[in-house]
């Protein structure tokens, strides 16, 4: 089955400092990937997404995420923190069989301090 | 114009009690879902629906039912509350169900039974 690995469930980091949170995914096939960011009592929105196009990904926001397939990884990154970007950010996969149905992981709180 | 929107934002119910919650998407997708967030932020899917046919159905108990009127539409209806029912529940959209498309995130339906 499908899972998505996101390591560490808070990452804090100073403002302007480098953004890294980390995805991993098991698929047997190529898989659709996505990020998205839940800012505090709104829903999801998408900040990107890989579809077997470019293995470098740029999303909303500065963020950028890279697929790996050797190291089934898809770690989103942002070169510089803004005190906007505290969030809760979700890594997801495509399930290979349900196509439409997405497996989150289980989030990582982003905490950016001045 | 609110793309996915979601009634009420709030409720608190007593154990037993039945209660529903709509959601409306104005996007002309034609698939919609629903979500479960619990208290450790885990997003799980519930069902989803593409043009009022039920396509995903995962392991949720028959006290929750999902009704789409139309394709616009998608309300989910709890029988016989219990306390492990509170939870974040959000309804989502995508344009027609592809493992690759971008899914729209309602701002959520916070539900508390006591």
């Known amino acids: 089955a499908q899972s998505v690995t996101q390591l560490g469930s808070h990452v804090s980091v100073s403002e302007g400092a480098l953004v890294l949170l980390r995805c991993n995914y098991s698929?047997?096939?190529?898989?659709?990937l996505f990020w998205y960011v839940q800012y505090p009592n709104q829903g999801l929105q998408l900040l990107l997404k890989?579809?077997?196009?470019?293995?470098l990904v740029k999303g909303i926001n500065g963020f950028e995420a890279e697929f790996k397939k050797s190291e089934t990884s898809f770690h989103l990154t942002k070169p510089s923190a803004h005190m906007s970007d505290a969030a809760e950010y979700f890594c997801?996969?495509?399930?290979?069989?349900?196509?439409?149905?997405?497996?989150f992981g289980t989030g990582t709180r982003l905490q950016v301090f001045p | 114009d609110t793309a996915v929107s979601q009634t009420p934002k709030y409720l608190v119910t007593q154990m037993g009690n039945d209660k529903s919650i709509k959601c409306e998407q104005n996007l002309g997708h034609d698939t919609m879902y629903w979500y479960k967030q619990d208290s450790k932020k885990f997003l799980k899917i519930m069902f989803s629906y593409n043009n009022k046919e039920l396509i995903i159905n995962e392991t949720v108990p028959n006290r929750f039912s999902p009704k789409s009127p139309d394709k616009a539409h998608l309300n989910l209806h709890i029988n016989s509350l219990e306390l492990g029912d509170s939870a974040v529940y959000f309804c989502?959209?995508?344009?027609?169900?592809?493992?690759?498309?971008?899914?729209?995130f309602g701002p959520g339906t916070r539900l508390t039974v006591t």
């Open positions: 997801a996969v495509s399930d290979p069989i349900n196509t439409d149905k997405l497996i």
């Open positions: 989502a959209s995508s344009q027609d169900g592809a493992g690759w498309e971008e899914q729209y």
């Open positions: 890989y579809t077997s196009a470019a293995t």
């Open positions: 698929s047997s096939v190529p898989p659709y």
